[in-house]
């Protein structure tokens, strides 16, 4: 299985304001902190898990680097997490102009069907690609027993699943009128 993907490392974001004041998941609570590995988990230790439970084996290819980007829609994001963390919200005023600085996951690597790392690379390695010889088998790989339970709090689900996807609805709304328009 080949697996191309560029995760942020939300959970170790650090949010900026204009003022300079700044915030980590970390800061709002236990809920929230319980949540600060879920992309490492999701992409480490989970395809590991994955890729021995469907016996197959798996390159996972992966930006590494450091994001810095607006967030949209930031008074409605900042109205979120205020439910949970009230005293955030001395940073309404200035919640528009919200920032946003993370790294990208670090999970480059290769796999064999037992989800044992091969190879894998990290940041340090700079710009570079990771060998290692994998065994194919000759028949169609099935998954073996039940597949294994997530690692990822529930929190995590809710903040990608239901939470952000409903603040920057409207931000993605407006991009698909934009494209339409091309």
Request: with cysteine.
């Amino acid at each position: 299985m080949v697996i191309s993907s560029c995760p942020v490392d939300v959970g170790h974001a650090t949010f900026q304001f204009p003022d300079g004041e700044q915030f980590t998941l970390n800061d709002m609570g236990p809920r929230f902190a319980s949540a600060s590995d879920s992309a490492l988990l999701a992409f480490g230790d989970m395809i590991n898990q994955q890729a021995a439970w469907l016996r197959v084996p798996v390159v996972h290819s992966i930006e590494y680097g450091h994001i810095q980007t607006d967030v949209p829609m930031g008074r409605r994001a900042l109205m979120g997490y205020v439910f949970v963390a009230p005293w955030m919200f001395k940073y309404f005023p200035q919640a528009n102009d919200m920032r946003m600085s993370c790294d990208l996951v670090h999970e480059c690597k290769i796999l064999n069907h037992s989800g044992e790392i091969l190879t894998r690379l990290t940041e340090d390695d700079g710009e570079s690609f990771a060998l290692a010889e994998v065994n194919l088998t000759k028949s169609k790989s099935t998954p073996q027993g039940s597949q294994p339970a997530s690692l990822i709090p529930g929190t995590s689900y809710f903040l990608a699943d239901v939470f952000i996807p409903a603040t920057v609805k409207s931000v993605y709304r407006k991009g698909q009128h934009q494209w339409r328009r091309i």
